[in-house]
């Protein structure tokens, strides 16, 4: 297997529009996870989904944010608009059987918002 | 809500010498996970914990789970250049896995 892959590697975009983040999680995997790491904030979680249902998007910063994961082999996190501060790297993990098993990161979505 | 804290935010050892690091949540864990991530990495999965006061040993690495559940370590013993990285702890409680700060180690030959 290929691992987590997410797409693109890198994002620049400007302020106020719209960002959208792909992931295609390990085939076999029930869960899957978006992080979102800063210097400032650490490595923080922002929602996961069971079998593509949403399990808990508490991590979610505002409604600009929304996650989706219309099958078991592709999820999306979109941004919209964009501002400055969403200017992070964006991770996708997956996992076989949850929360309390070894999760798989994908290399990672470099968003740059100027 | 639920936090782990990580000390030290910083390391700078000179290769041979030991390293550790230390994890302390504000809640008990029902597992404690290691993560390396390497400059410009994601991270790896390193080894999880589950025991009350368990320890492993992966070679030079030896980790340490708290016998409440609320803290762990990792020791590296003599530090190699491939050691360069940040290592994180996540604590799994409330049916989320919650990342450590961090501890970011840096190794000179």
């Known amino acids: 297997d290929a691992g987590v892959i997410q797409s693109p590697r890198h994002e620049v975009t400007e302020m106020g529009q719209e960002v959208t983040l792909r992931c295609k999680p390990i085939?076999?995997?029930?869960?899957l996870f978006w992080y979102r790491q800063t210097m400032m904030r650490g490595l923080e979680l922002l929602i996961y989904?069971?079998?593509?249902?949403?399990?808990?998007d508490s991590g979610m910063p505002e409604d600009r944010f929304s996650a989706k994961m219309p099958n078991a082999s592709f999820s999306t996190l979109k941004i919209q608009p964009s501002e400055p501060r969403d200017s992070a790297v964006y991770f996708c993990a997956s996992s076989p059987t949850g929360v309390s098993t070894e999760a798989f990161f994908g290399q990672g979505t470099r968003l740059t918002v100027v | 809500g639920q936090q782990v804290m990580q000390i030290p935010q910083y390391q700078h050892v000179q290769e041979g010498e030991d390293f550790t690091t230390y994890c302390n949540s504000s809640t008990t864990l029902s597992n404690i996970q290691w993560y390396k991530q390497r400059p410009g990495g994601h991270p790896v999965f390193l080894i999880q914990l589950v025991k009350s006061g368990e320890v492993k040993k992966q070679k030079r690495l030896t980790f340490q789970f708290g016998e409440a559940k609320k803290n762990s370590s990792l020791h590296i013993t003599a530090t190699q250049t491939t050691d360069v990285g940040t290592y994180f702890c996540?604590?799994?409680?409330?049916?989320?896995?919650?990342f450590g700060t961090g501890t970011r180690l840096l190794v000179s030959p």
């Open positions: 085939s076999g995997h029930d869960y």
């Open positions: 996540a604590g799994t409680g409330f049916q989320k896995l919650v």
């Open positions: 989904f069971n079998n593509n249902v949403p399990i808990d």
